[in-house]
């Protein structure tokens, strides 16, 4: 059974960081593409950075761009997003979801979701 969990949200200030685990179980990066997404109260869902092992690429969102990164540590089957320089608008629920090889911009297109983890970001 795949499962993903979502953890490391929380309350932050204007300019800190956050980083977030997704812990992985039931299948392995080699054969999945991992993203986050997150969605703000009112506001559709969005991609913000996705790594697929298949072509080795990562696929970032605008608003993830020069700020977020994405890795992943193989032994523990875990993908982090590492978040700098946040932004109150950069508050919402954020979600790990995992789909066969290839990242899609469409989150629809995702199989398996984490439950979220919610991170705000106080101005």
């Known amino acids: 059974e795949v499962q993903l969990v979502e953890s490391g949200g929380g309350l932050v200030q204007a300019g800190g960081s956050l980083r977030l685990s997704c812990a992985a179980s039931g299948f392995t990066f080699d054969d999945y593409a991992v993203g986050w997404f997150r969605q703000a109260p009112g506001k559709e869902r969005e991609g913000v950075l996705c790594f697929s092992s298949s072509d080795g690429r990562t696929y970032s969102g605008e608003s993830a761009k020069g700020r977020f990164t994405i890795s992943r540590d193989n032994a523990k089957n875990t993908m982090y997003l590492q978040m700098n320089s946040l932004k109150p608008e950069d508050t919402a629920v954020y979600y790990c979801?995992?789909?066969?090889?290839?990242?899609?911009?469409?989150?629809?297109?995702?199989?398996?979701w984490g439950q979220g983890t919610q991170v705000t970001v106080s101005s």
């Open positions: 979801a995992a789909r066969s090889r290839l990242c899609a911009p469409d989150w629809l297109r995702y199989d398996y």
